[in-house]
């Protein structure tokens, strides 16, 4: 079933919407959330808790990819339940992303809304060489370890890790030539 055809059931209210975004992008969805939470019932749980946003979304939202669509409920739900257990599970793996993460984030006493932060990341990561572009989305956004990147790309976890911090680096100067506070 195409993307088009599932909106269609969401803006029909036909339930089996859900039914076909999970026979399409359910495994997407798992892996992500999977990745931020390291507990198949929290997964299970943040991956539903995706779809019901999904349903109350669609409509009036038309996403247009839906597989990236689905891909930000799911990171977004995962997140904010990792926030919550944060205080009673640790998650070492997670809990360094997020460290490394925070030399990048903007510290919101700018001038910049989150969808301006966006676009000018999304500019950046344009600017990149593929290989960087790769490893950075797979780390902080689908929250892969170091250890699967470079299984996945082929190379040694240190051409990955100094990939990223050369990265990181380079983000935080991007965006503070941009105009935005780190």
């Known amino acids: ?34 990745n931020i939470l ?10 539903n808790d ?13 996403p ?14 995962s997140l904010n339940r990792y926030r919550y257990f944060r205080a009673q599970k640790r998650n ?13 984030i903007p510290d919101g006493r700018d001038r910049f809304s989150e969808g301006e932060i966006s676009k000018t990341v999304n500019a950046f990561l344009k ?12 780390r902080y956004w689908y929250a892969d370890s170091i250890e699967d990147i470079a299984a996945l ?9 100094s990939s990223l911090a050369r990265t990181r680096k380079a983000l935080r100067k991007y965006l503070e030539e941009e105009g935005v506070e780190i």
């Open 64 to 77: 247009d990819p839906l597989k990236t669509y689905m891909g930000m409920l799911s990171r977004r739900v």
């Open 92 to 104: 070492a793996s997670f809990d360094g992303l997020l460290s490394e993460a925070w030399e990048m």
């Open 127 to 138: 600017e990149l060489k593929k290989e960087s572009r790769i490893f950075f989305v797979r």
């Open 38 to 47: 390291k507990d198949a019932r929290d997964c299970e749980e943040a991956v």
């Open 1 to 34: 079933m195409t993307d088009r055809q599932i909106i269609e059931l969401f803006f029909a209210r036909n339930e089996s919407a859900i039914e076909e975004t999970d026979k399409k992008y359910g495994t997407y969805c798992r892996t992500i959330s999977m």
């Open 153 to 161: 790309c082929g190379c040694g976890q240190s051409k990955v890790k």
């Open 50 to 62: 995706a779809y019901l946003k999904a349903w109350d979304s669609i409509p009036p939202a038309e």
